[in-house]
């Protein structure tokens, strides 16, 4: 009989691993509006609220981040705009996760990767505080999310598919672990399994789904018993 290979586990990180919405978010958010504010600004006085929403909402349903448009539009460093978004006075404070992860993640077969919409620097710090790094043999944040040298984030095909083929990974073998349906659902048409993570979202956000998911799941742990729904 032949062996099935083992699973390789695409994790993301805010609202995955960790409660993002409870604290971290709502700082994000307001970091990013006073950047986008001053940048949209006159020199002396920022710009509006109404403006700065606009921008963000646009750009977000354009390229399926607001960075992307900053960069591209107004001159922006991805690196700076990143820092200015995930700069906090005390980050460890604000990490909300369930007991276990650890446990969780040793338990779970195969290779698993943190693909993350955040900056290196910013994920690095949330996972060596929920002590889960030593359960991955791979971090890919955003700014390592290139095609042809351009930033390709999630919920970038282009860059899954360029992913894929570097590390002759079959498609079928890779299961995305996301908050974020979008993303699910680029990573199913190119091939991969999906698993939705539903609890950290607000109630608005945690509707049925789509048939872009696998496994609806309220946290990570429950993949321990469900993971072989996948295979």
């Known amino acids: 009989m032949r062996k099935t290979a083992a699973p390789v586990w695409l994790f993301d990180l805010d609202n995955t691993l960790h409660n993002a919405s409870h604290a971290i978010f709502p700082a994000i958010n307001r970091n990013m509006n006073a ?13 509006d609220e109404a403006t700065v929403n606009a921008v963000r909402q646009e750009y977000y349903l354009r390229y399926g981040v607001t960075m992307i448009g900053m960069v591209r539009h107004h ?3 991805a690196e ?23 446990h969780i993640l040793r338990r779970l077969p195969g290779k698993k990767i943190l693909l993350t919409n955040a900056p290196r620097h910013y994920s690095h710090r949330v996972m060596r505080h929920l002590n889960l790094h030593r359960h991955f043999d791979d971090h890919i944040p955003v700014e390592e999310m290139r095609v042809h040298g351009r930033l390709q984030p999630k919920p970038s095909r282009p860059f899954l598919r360029k ?34 993570v539903r609890g950290y979202l607000p109630l ?19 993949l321990v018993r469900r993971y072989r729904s996948l295979a």
């Open 35 to 47: 950047y986008i504010a001053r940048i949209l600004g006159d020199g002396t006085t920022p710009a």
């Open 204 to 222: 608005s956000q945690r509707g049925r789904g789509t048939a872009s998911v696998d496994v609806r799941v309220r946290s990570v742990s429950a």
């Open 80 to 102: 700076e705009f990143l820092q200015q978004a995930h700069a906090f006075d005390d980050l460890p404070a604000m990490i909300r996760a369930e007991r276990g992860l650890s």
């Open 163 to 196: 992913w894929l083929s570097q590390h002759r990974v079959a498609a079928s073998r890779c299961i995305l672990v996301e908050d974020s349906l979008d993303n699910l659902r680029a990573a199913r048409h190119e091939g991969l399994r999906t698993v939705w």
């Open 75 to 77: 001159g922006v460093k």
